[in-house]
T-cell receptor, first 116, second 112 residues
């Protein structure tokens, strides 16, 4: 199993450009999350999904959109990138049943995004 | 609202010395508690977790943590630190179907 994978690993954008980050998991998990990590701020939740076709806002959703068309994929979109969105983005997933009850989240390796 | 506080932004210890990283939480219900570690340029790896039962939990890499309900704390400990333990450590809290809430992290440096 690959676990949670993220594409791309690195990206540089100019202000105003758009892009989509892809998260994929092969653990058949229901729940998926997008976080951003900034120095001194820890991990902050952007959006999450509790199942295919569902999405919900997290702590810092502004400027981002998400979609969960397939259970295994969770896409994070930036429609018009801003320098404030320069960050490292992490995707995570969690199962249901016993694993989900214990709320353990599995993380991808991250995407480092720079917006100039 | 739930929150996690890690009071120490950066800690430096000598190799072979003991380590304690502090974590305090605020949560309305009975929490599930986690410690994750992040090596430079890497994702987060679960060190250990507490759900119920024995308040002293053992994790990977020789780490342990103790849940103290009266102090709302879940401190991480290791008796003898190795240079490879240098990383950033995150405490997190959650329960049920809610997403985990993370602290801001403690960066650990290990000196010879």
């Amino acid at each position: 199993n690959a676990g949670v994978t993220q594409t791309p690993k690195f990206r540089v954008l100019k202000t105003g450009q758009s892009m989509t980050l892809l998260c994929a998991q092969d653990m058949n998990h229901e729940y998926m999350y997008w976080y951003r990590q900034d120095p001194g701020m820890g991990l902050r939740l952007i959006h999450y999904s509790v199942g295919e076709g569902t999405t919900a806002k997290g702590e810092v959703p502004d400027g981002y959109n998400v979609s969960r068309l397939k259970k295994q994929n969770f896409l994070l979109g930036l429609e018009s990138a801003a320098p404030s969105q320069t960050s490292v983005y992490f995707c995570a997933s969690r199962g249901t049943g016993l694993a989900g009850m214990y709320n353990e989240q599995f993380f991808g390796p991250g995407t480092r995004l720079t917006v100039l | 609202a739930q929150s996690v506080t890690q009071p120490d932004i950066h800690i430096t210890v000598s190799e072979g010395a003991s380590l304690e990283l502090r974590c305090n939480y605020s949560y309305g219900a009975t929490p599930y508690l986690f410690w994750y570690v992040q090596s430079p340029g890497q994702g987060l790896q679960l060190l250990l977790k507490y759900f119920s039962g024995d308040t002293l939990v053992q994790g990977i890499k020789g780490f342990e943590a103790e849940f103290k309900r009266s102090q709302s704390s879940f401190n991480l400990r290791k008796p003898s630190v190795h240079w490879s333990d240098a990383a950033e450590y995150f405490c997190a809290v959650g329960a049920g179907n809610t997403p985990l809430v993370f602290g801001k992290g403690t960066r650990l440096s290990v000196i010879a």
